[in-house]
């Protein structure tokens, strides 16, 4: 066992070091809008290539307005038409359908020719920009200003109009705390509109209007977002340091240790029983260090690289090898941690903790969408062109009056199944950030911890994870017995399935939805079912569709083993919709 043990931990030092190396140069994804001829037929994907269900997403047309007067054109043809239309951003990162118009009549409007700042005011810490303006952008204009984005999600691809669309975060308890969206103060919409009004109009929300806890977080149904107003502050530096503990006091921790570090959080390394605690503060601008964060996850890889590191974890799933997991997983985790997982003291080095840089030079990561194209020699870990990383990713948060208990009851699964969850490990486990109760209407409900899970996804739909069973266990029981709210850019559609009656605001919601666009013009079936209009589900029952997260087996819902789900005796919660199948391979 050692010995086997031995291979697998050599094979992923091997991975560990191409993934490591560095790499000046990288193919940037392609623009994920297809048309077979000129801008008809055409079809729009998110950047893994893949959605939740597999199914290919067509429209008739997409259009690429520069200008909001080309977008409000554009929104009042459809709207006269009565054409479905949906935005789409420059790299559609989001992960559920939220581009997707319905049928293969529908409108795909793209966001990544509205890019532009329109306007800087330092001295009212104003900064308004175009809502296809990528997030490494808006920093580097207000760093450049003398002003910083408090907090931003970490991956620097996401657009500003995505952030709103999904209520993207960062992590912290102080202040507004992490939402993006609770730091805009303006935002102008394009909406359909009567034949009188010209079929579409531009409308102008300022901080105190109240559709604009409608608008912060959209999902996309109420519009298109031409142009943001940020309050920012000013530039400021911070302090980081890693530390690495065992899990042990992890539930007594979490809330102390975010309430002590103002952009603090954890990644759980669950199966291996440890957790790397970020310690991360605000400093004087007077402190010395110019640090820079390129997240080694977020850089250009080699394609040699990756096709490696994927073969390794396609054969241990296929040999059944959860121990070989948790060597790799060790071995992987370790190396990131040598290289201080992109951290550098001054761009180049990096010579011990704490690392002190500026704001917009430490917040978000995202190098591999900077170089030159190199034929696919390199590219994003994930780009869906090369045999790279193919994963899930589950995100929701919890309360932090319930985060203890969650934190225990994972653990007693953990220690019941020790290798089963190295499956987390070896995609740098579980990511822990902060958040905040936010006023916008489909934001977060309470003060929170969101889990962000990465995880291995088979090309083949219908064969089983190795130990799914008690990922999913964990999966539903945060999400049905624990209330978590889901990350709606992210996850499989088990997570949206009833979520929307745990909003307070969903009935203002839906007010203003009704309002800006009473046809359903920027609605799908997706947003549809997500919004639970007309008692539409998420669930999509079909084969195997239950390893895919599509549907979900519960005390009052027949689970038949065609859908590649058995419910356990003894292991349905009383208290929650929780069932686990046991499919192990």
Not at 383 to 412: C, N, T, W
Not at 430 to 457: C, H, N, P, Q, W
Request: aromatic share 8%.
């Amino acid at each position: 066992m050692q010995e086997h043990k031995s291979r697998w931990a050599y094979s992923a030092l091997c991975v560990a070091t191409f993934l490591l190396l560095p790499v000046m140069q990288c193919s940037p994804p392609e623009d994920p809008i297809k048309c077979s001829s000129g801008a008809t037929n055409c079809s729009i994907a998110n950047s893994y290539a893949t959605y939740p269900d597999r199914s290919t997403c067509r429209a008739a047309r997409a259009v690429f307005p520069e200008t909001e007067n080309e977008l409000l054109a554009v929104v009042a043809e459809a709207a006269r038409t009565g054409t479905r239309m949906k935005a789409a951003t420059r790299y559609t990162h989001s992960i559920p359908k939220l581009s997707c118009p319905d049928g293969d009549n529908g409108l795909i409007i793209s966001t990544k020719s509205l890019n532009r700042v329109v306007s800087v005011n330092a001295s009212a810490l104003l900064l308004t920009v175009e809502s296809g303006l990528i997030l490494r952008e808006l920093i580097k204009v207000a760093g450049d200003a003398g002003l910083a984005l408090p907090y931003s999600p970490y991956w620097a691809g996401v657009t500003v109009g995505g952030m709103l669309g999904t209520g993207a975060h960062g992590s912290s308890l102080w202040g507004k705390g992490s939402a993006v969206h609770d730091y805009v103060v303006g935002v102008r919409i394009v909406t359909p509109a009567s034949p009188a009004e010209g079929y579409a109009r531009v409308r102008s929300l300022g901080a105190d209007h109240p559709d604009l806890n409608a608008v912060k977080v959209s999902l996309g149904v109420l519009g298109i977002i031409s142009q943001v107003t940020f309050k920012l502050q000013p530039l400021f530096k911070r302090s980081i340091t890693y530390e690495n503990r065992g899990d042990g006091d992890l539930a007594e921790a979490v809330v102390k240790f975010g309430k002590q570090y103002e952009f603090a959080d954890i990644t759980w390394y669950l199966g291996r029983g440890k957790a790397l605690y970020r310690k991360d503060s605000r400093v004087s601008l007077n402190d010395l260090g110019d640090g820079q964060y390129d997240f080694v996850g977020f850089r250009s890889t080699t394609r040699a690289g990756l096709a490696i590191d994927r073969a390794i974890e396609d054969t241990l799933e296929a040999l059944g090898d959860a121990a070989g997991k948790c060597a790799a997983a060790t071995v992987i985790n370790s190396a990131l941690s040598l290289a201080a997982y992109g951290l550098t003291n001054d761009g180049s080095l990096f010579k011990g903790y704490p690392v002190i840089g500026f704001q917009h030079h430490l917040q978000a990561s995202g190098s591999c969408l900077n170089s030159p194209e190199d034929g696919l020699l390199t590219s994003c870990p994930w780009d869906h062109r090369i045999m790279g990383k193919f994963f899930y990713q589950s995100a929701f948060s919890i309360p932090l009056s319930k985060v203890r208990d969650f934190i225990l009851e994972v653990q007693k699964i953990r220690d019941l199944h020790p290798d089963a969850l190295c499956s987390i490990d070896i995609n740098n486990g579980i990511l822990m950030r902060y958040v905040k109760a936010s006023t916008a209407y489909l934001g977060k409900e309470e003060d929170g911890v969101d889990f962000d899970i990465t995880y291995y996804r088979s090309h083949d739909p219908l064969r089983p994870r190795l130990y799914e069973d008690v990922l999913e266990e964990i999966e539903q029981m945060a999400l049905f017995k624990y209330g978590a709210l889901p990350h709606w850019g992210k996850n499989r559609n088990v997570a949206f399935d009833g979520a929307i009656g745990k909003y307070s605001g969903i009935g203002e919601f839906m007010r203003v939805k009704n309002k800006y666009d009473p046809a359903g013009l920027f609605s799908a079936e997706w947003t549809d079912q997500v919004l639970g209009i007309e008692g539409k589900t998420t669930s999509l029952v079909k084969d195997g569709c239950a390893l895919e997260g599509l549907c979900v087996c519960s005390e009052d819902r027949h689970c038949a083993p065609e859908m590649g789900y058995l419910c356990r005796a003894g292991k349905v919660y009383k208290d929650a919709r929780v069932c686990s199948h046991v499919a192990k391979n």
